[in-house]
């Protein structure tokens, strides 16, 4: 995979979900991803940002747009300094949730996009790496 452009963005308070929102929107228009295709990273990446500012305090997004094969995407990185995930393998089932949801955040946004990565240690944080190509492969 080769990264063709990346840049940083912190997500400290709401208000930085919506300039987020709209930088994904400019990287995914820029690659040629239908509309359809960035609806559904931009669904996936709030759903993301939302859980790093309310469980994880807030932390830092990468936003690359990447390539395989000629193909081009967009990579979402969240990482945050939070308490962790206990039992990442639960917290991917519809239905559970830690907080008053309806627990479909982490394995909604999992199906929105073609590649999708948790990390997550109790005390040092999660990080999730998610990749919508632009056909949606």
């Known amino acids: ?33 239908s509309l359809v295709n960035q609806t559904k990273l931009i669904t996936a990446a709030s759903e993301l940002v939302r859980n790093m500012l309310r469980y994880g305090g ?9 390539s395989r094969n000629s193909i081009p995407g967009v990579r979402l990185i969240f990482v945050d300094e939070g308490p962790g995930i206990k039992d990442v393998t639960l917290a991917m ?9 309806l627990g479909l955040g982490l394995p909604g946004a999992k199906r929105l996009v073609n590649e999708f990565d948790i990390k997550s240690e109790s005390g040092k944080g999660t990080t999730v790496t998610i990749i919508r190509w632009k056909n949606g492969l």
Request: charged fraction near 30%; proline fraction near 2%.
């Open 1 to 33: 995979m080769i990264v063709l452009s990346k840049e940083k963005l912190p997500i400290q308070r709401e208000q930085d979900v919506v300039l987020f929102r709209n930088r994904i929107k400019e990287l995914a228009t820029k690659i040629g991803m």
């Open 58 to 66: 807030g932390g830092i997004t990468h936003l690359e747009i990447v």
């Open 93 to 101: 089932k519809d239905g559970y949730s830690t907080g008053k949801s």
